[in-house]
């Protein structure tokens, strides 16, 4: 039974996890609910009505054109709720427990607490049979399922979202007609944020070298990594984290012409599919990581190869292969890389050769107004915080048109400091070997600078951070006065830093000389 149980919960589970983004209620505890009532899901209830959880139909459900099915359950003929699908099923029984005021003390509970949410819901007389909250807790254990509230609990830490209807709208209201056959490897609103794109780059752990980059770095951070098109069939699955891609899937996908398309994404934190298994699009697969031996920091790497009807393989620009998809399924999002749309080239065959690059300014304000870039450092309320990243912005613009780069070296300078949330500053500071002001989770300001014989790390005053603002926002300075004041304020806070540790270190020296004095 334990292997039908995993079924059961492999191939539903991403019903459970949206159930606890919308609604609090762990998805294991869902999960094991539906396995028990639904006997893994080979219940007549489950085959005929889609009804996975026993739910009843009120006169209200009936009033408003829900449809039903007659059972015997207690009594002969009892109305049961049918539903077009399982999905329905599972957002019903959501509704279920947080419209009934019987079950109002779970949701007063933390969304991973399944032993609480067991003994509450059986407490609240869910099911007339003994022993309820045991036999879910024993379903859970067995199985693993508690796995799902923690990937739950870390995709809505990492991503700042909080749990609700109005934050995590059902998937199915989010698309609509063939949008429901394709998925971009991420979700987002807007567009996905590419760090890297395909093609020859510097090889990120080796500065002196060229490398072939066979895909798309996407920025992520805990995000849910999916399956792209209907039809899928997991191929290869790597869970060895110190390979160089560390967690990896690799999804197949049929061609009528009897050509193939492989996805791949590496770098996972986690893996929610094995080897075999079928998946439709925006599935989810896993979350996005930093594993394996060649990454710099979190991102999801994105590979596409067409295997051909002769055996031949061929890698391609996953952005040749995402203008497809989103033409075929009308996905309206972007794929942005230093102020361009990778799409548009593939997508507007009539104007390739037009430069759709934006301007500086556009690009920052285009990454620091849309969460779906996965920056994650704007929408704060602490006005210090607020100060920070005017001044960080600031400095970004300032620091990129230095040294006479053109627009495109530009572009890729904010993207780079955006990305890592650290502006490379040594263009201002002439008498430094390296200078960095850069943003950090909890919104602090800290500058990092290295004269050759002195290293400092020094959070940024609000005071500081208001003069920096001040003359960085100044309408009436130029821009090279605008450079040489900021120059001015960053050796300030460097020498005042570099006194203070003179001054420690011989408070310090004086202190130790008293002492051997004493002796």
Not at 80 to 98: A, I, W
Not at 138 to 167: H, S
Not at 284 to 296: K, Y
Not at 374 to 379: A, K, P, R
């Amino acid at each position: 039974m334990a292997g039908k149980n995993r079924e059961y919960a492999d191939k539903y589970a991403e019903y459970a996890m949206e159930q606890m983004r919308r609604y609090g209620i762990p998805a294991s505890v869902t999960l094991a609910q539906g396995i028990l009532e639904s006997s893994n899901g080979q219940s007549r209830l489950a085959l005929n009505e889609n009804n996975h959880f026993g739910i009843k139909a009120t006169p209200d459900w009936i009033a408003q054109g829900g449809r039903y099915g007659l059972y015997t359950d207690d009594k002969p003929n009892e109305k049961f709720c049918s539903y077009d699908n399982v999905g329905e099923s599972f957002e019903h029984h959501s509704r279920f427990l947080k419209e009934n005021s019987r079950y109002a003390e779970c949701f007063k509970l933390n969304p991973d607490d399944y032993k609480g949410w067991t003994e509450g819901i059986a407490k609240a007389g869910y099911a007339t049979g003994g022993n309820y909250a045991a036999t879910l807790q024993k379903i859970i254990e067995q199985n693993g399922l508690d796995k799902y509230d923690r990937q739950v609990m870390q995709e809505m830490a990492a991503q700042g979202k909080t749990f609700g209807i109005e934050q995590n709208p059902l998937r199915s209201e989010e698309k609509a007609g063939m949008a429901e056959e394709y998925s971009f490897p991420v979700e987002r609103e807007e567009f996905l944020f590419v760090t890297s794109a395909f093609g020859m780059r510097q090889d990120p752990m080796n500065k002196e070298k060229q490398q072939m980059h066979k895909g798309l770095d996407i920025r992520c951070k805990g995000d849910a990594v999916l399956a792209t098109e209907n039809g899928g069939k997991v191929v290869s699955v790597n869970n060895n984290v110190n390979s160089a891609g560390g967690k990896t899937v690799t999804v197949e996908y049929s061609r009528p012409d009897g050509n193939k398309v492989q996805c791949t994404y590496m770098h996972l934190s986690d893996i929610t599919v094995k080897v075999g298994d079928s998946v439709n699009a925006g599935q989810r697969l896993g979350t996005s990581g930093n594993t394996g031996g060649r990454t710099t920091g979190e991102h999801l790497h994105f590979g596409v190869t067409n295997i051909y009807s002769d055996g031949t393989k061929r890698e391609v620009d996953p952005a040749a292969y995402l203008a497809e998809i989103a033409q075929k399924g009308n996905i309206k999002q972007q794929v942005m890389y230093n102020g361009s749309d990778l799409l548009a080239k593939y997508r507007d065959n009539e104007n390739i050769n037009t430069d759709k690059t934006m301007a500086l300014d556009a690009w920052m304000k285009k990454l620091l107004s849309s969460e779906d870039s996965g920056v994650g450092i704007s929408g704060c309320n602490d006005p210090i915080v607020e100060m920070a990243m005017t001044a960080f912005t600031s400095l970004m613009l300032l620091a990129a048109q230095i040294d006479a780069k053109s627009e495109e070296e530009q572009n890729a300078a904010i993207s780079a400091a955006m990305d890592r949330r650290r502006i490379d500053l040594t263009s201002l500071m002439p008498g430094m070997k390296t200078c960095e002001l850069s943003i950090e989770e909890n919104g602090k300001a800290i500058l990092k600078a290295d004269n050759g014989e002195l290293k400092i790390s020094r959070e940024l005053t609000s005071a500081e951070l208001s003069r920096l603002s001040a003359v960085l926002n100044s309408n009436e300075l130029s821009e090279e006065s605008k450079r040489m004041r900021v120059t001015g304020l960053l050796n300030t806070v460097i020498l005042s830093e570099a006194a203070s540790r003179n001054f420690e270190q011989g408070m310090s020296q004086q202190q130790t000389q008293a002492e051997t004095m004493k002796r």
